[in-house]
């Protein structure tokens, strides 16, 4: 049962990390167009140089 | 925002709201950062993407050009003396439609609660996963031993509380202002099983005692947000589109300073007191005094008139008149947002205060259903002391009773109909203000329409008269020189042909010139012939018969086809206008309508919705006019097309973008298909809170029990909710 003292903290760090990453991306505004980053992806470099 | 393509564009080509931003950014010299956002209509493809933010970057000192296809909006920022008007019109240019934006704050407001929701429905998202994982050996260990167990709950305890209480702020603090209000609503029981079950849980943990409930305490706000979330994005994508079609229609207006110098401003920054130059085309902004000019005004959009209307200097004129014929001083008597006729106004308010008074679908099952659970679990509570159990053993056994009947399910019965709902109208370029909306519009039995921009087309249309095609042809010549409405009319008619020479306008009168080498008039009968004014359009050589051009506000043409759908719908329809005897009857008799009232003015179209409520109808009014906002404001539900007057738009339960009467039709035939779902879901939810009550009060309900039935119990509902036909 030791082995839970490493596992327990180790999963809520993990879980804790998979939250600041969500609420990054939520407030960097990554959610605000999916459709435009769906169509930008297709886009050729403007100024390839 | 397809929804925009193809909308009535102010002014010709959008000149007017590009000039309306010459007055704004175009500070010359200036190296300072300007930015804008412009509603682009039109852009939905990769390539348009392209194209647009390309061809604006190319713009002289343009910094950053991004359009979001998913809002449909382009922010530019840039530098230097290029005018704002140069963005619109490089838009333009390219084929779409562009519209200054601004961003309004209920809008910001409620994109603000959306992210708020998100960031709680995450967080009570991960710590259910989490609590679950720590739960399951629990549930499902076998001989685990006590000191085990309890370092899982503790750990349990770590994530479930603060997660719960960040995560519930928004259930905590409406619960408490609703019990501040003495109304129940569904907050309550919600507030009060989360605090409970971590309570309870907190101290069998402590004491050892049988269950613990965290994992039902988050995995109950993490279902109950989902609700909330999808609740809130219907009513920021309403507000979005509200402000859309507002921004598209945007008015600006040129103001006369005291030096004498024309400077061009948006409408909403017009004061009262200034003076305004309006020119012919243009639409009057807010409500203002007429100076000077001889002109006619169209007051289609105010009063439902269809004949133009000669103005004289002292003449009051409100917003959402066109000016005709000529240029037009005017002096502002109201800013814009109080731009309106003072009775229609109050009309307004007492509309506004009706319907704030409209209770919910799920705040009537609240009523019934907080006080039926909280006496259950007393009862409960009573219960078993008078048989004898423990003082601790009858208070879980209350608390588990109000933790497996808290209305997991019920608060998302009604929120989930709603979007699948509100997304099949957005389909159609119909756009909901809110829920409850959807909620009234279910339930009315008696639609009023307005007549003019609503049943029929809002454009004159040439009508049979005494006049040969001859006539019609020789009119036409000098009609091709105008851009009156009736001018465009009688070309409409005609087709294309030659054109008279020597036109000469005279304002507000009419227009002479040489056809076929003849002198002719074309324009009111006191200028072609004289004599008393008379209605129509007149034309005569000179020394010859004049001739009479009859107009009329052609019907929709799938009018008849809506009204008999809405009659096989079981509804009673009846028309309301601000127009003339005739035309109303002629309108009514071409669409199939038995029941109409003409001359009506905005007190008199209230005092008939008024009149009908009291005989117990449930009133659809549908109307675009100004004459018809107080009417809108004050009626069980009601839509307006999407050209209608800001006024008009904003007292709208909902606005139908197409301006197609059908689209009226589909929306109650959706809202009584949704308002049926959301009957079945709460009969589903109240259903399996049957079920678990005497679960719960016989001490069975484990927290495997309340885990499972909680997550049926949501499942279900949201597969009936996307139940929707088509």
Known sequence: ?49 | MTALVGLPHPGPSGGSVSSGLGGQHALSGDQRLQTLELLVGGAKCASCLGRIESAVLRLPGMETARLNLTTGKLHVAWRGALAARAVVEAVIGLGYSAAPYDVDKRETDAAREERGLVIAMVVAGLATVGVMFLSEPVWFGGDMDASSIALLRWLAALIAVPASLFSGQSFFASALASIRARRMNMDVPISLAVILALLLSLYATATGGAHAYFDAAVMLLFFLLIGRLLDARLRRRAFAAANALAAMQASSATRLSPGGVTEVVRAADIRPGDILLVSAGERIAVDAEVLSGASEADLRLVTGEVDPVATFPGQILHSGALNLAAPLRIRALAAADHSLMADVARLLEAGEQKKSGYRRLADKVAAIYVPLVHTTAFVGFVGWIVLGASLTQAAFIAVTVLIITCPCALGLAAPLVQVVAAQKLFERDIFLSSGDALERLATVDHVVLDKTGTLTLGEPALSPGDWSNEDLQDAAQLARCSRHPLSRAIVAAARSGPVAQGVREHPGLGMEGLVDGRKARLGRSGFVAPGPDRPGLWFSFEGGEPRVFIFDDIIRPDAAQAVARLKALGLEIELLSGDSVGRVEAGAAAAGIDVWTASATPQSKAARLAELESAGRKVLMVGDGLNDAGALAGAHASMAPGGAVDISRLAADCIYATGNLNAVVDTIVISRKARDRMRENFALASAYNLLAIPLALMGWATPVVAAIAMSLSSVAVTLNALRMPR
Do not use: C, H, T, Y
Request: without cysteine; charged residues 20%.
């Open chain 1, 1 to 49: 049962m030791n082995i839970l003292l490493l596992m327990l903290p180790g999963a809520l760090l993990l879980a804790m990390l998979a939250l600041v990453g969500f609420v990054w991306a939520l407030k960097s505004g990554q959610f605000e167009d999916p459709a435009g980053d769906a169509a930008r992806i297709l886009q050729d470099e403007e100024r390839p140089g």
